[in-house]
Antibody, heavy 121, light 107 residues
């Protein structure tokens, strides 16, 4: 079965760029959409954006100016970059597989276990 | 953006209890509601899709109901292994949004 694993630095300095990678195992990254989601301490989940394996993306308007999601099909990985981070970006970051038929979005069906990122000097 | 108001934030149940978790949408989302279960340090598990459909492999004590703006996740005869964080997701409107989550404790 498909498994997702997030990886990346656990500590990022303010104003720098947060970079995370999600590795997909047990299945191909092809033909699916893939999301990043985050959960700040004590708060609810927030969808960051998704990418199709072909490279097309869609981002949450609240983060769009700072977010870049990319995909590397040769490594079965997709990545998140969030620029100009502040303490408000401290969160557990999750990657997930999306259900999307090309026209309609149905949410996530497989999740990673998350990785904690702290923004602090 | 569609706001999901999930309640309660915390509940404590005894094995065998029936548990209801509510998720109310700020606008009509048809049946475009999913429910998930997450245990500490583990990946979230997809349990209910399209408001009422049990995801294959999920025990039948879990069920979902609702349409439009009011939705409920029900756990019948709750078991100790059901202690977890539960959250809802709407995927009708962009961007997809989540409820604040419910932590379920088993006494």
């Amino acid at each position: 079965q498909v498994q997702l694993q997030e990886s990346g630095p656990g500590l990022v300095k303010p104003s720098e760029t947060l970079s995370l990678t999600c590795t997909v195992s047990g299945g191909s990254i092809s033909s699916y959409y893939w999301s990043w989601i985050r959960q700040p301490p004590g708060k609810g989940l927030e969808w960051i954006g998704y990418i199709y394996y072909s490279g097309s993306t869609n981002y949450n308007p609240s983060l769009k100016s700072r977010v870049t999601i990319s995909v590397d099909t040769s490594k079965n990985q997709f990545s998140l970059k969030l620029s100009s981070v502040t303490a408000a970006d401290t969160a557990v970051y999750y990657c997930a597989r999306d259900m999307h038929d090309g026209s309609y979005y149905y949410g996530m069906d497989v999740w990673g276990q998350g990785t904690t990122v702290t923004v602090s000097s | 953006e569609t706001t999901l108001t999930q309640s309660p934030a915390f509940m404590s149940a005894t094995p065998g209890d029936k548990v209801n978790i509510s998720c109310k949408a700020s606008q009509d989302i048809d049946d475009d509601m999913n429910w998930y279960q997450q245990k500490p340090g583990e990946a979230a598990i997809f349990i209910i899709q399209e408001a009422t459909t049990l995801v294959p492999g999920i025990p039948p004590r879990f069920s979902g109901s609702g349409y439009g703006t009011d939705f409920t996740l029900t756990i019948n005869n709750i078991e100790s292994e059901d202690a977890a964080y539960y959250f809802c997701l709407q995927h009708d409107n962009f961007p997809p949004t989540f409820g604040q989550g419910t932590k379920v404790e088993i006494k």
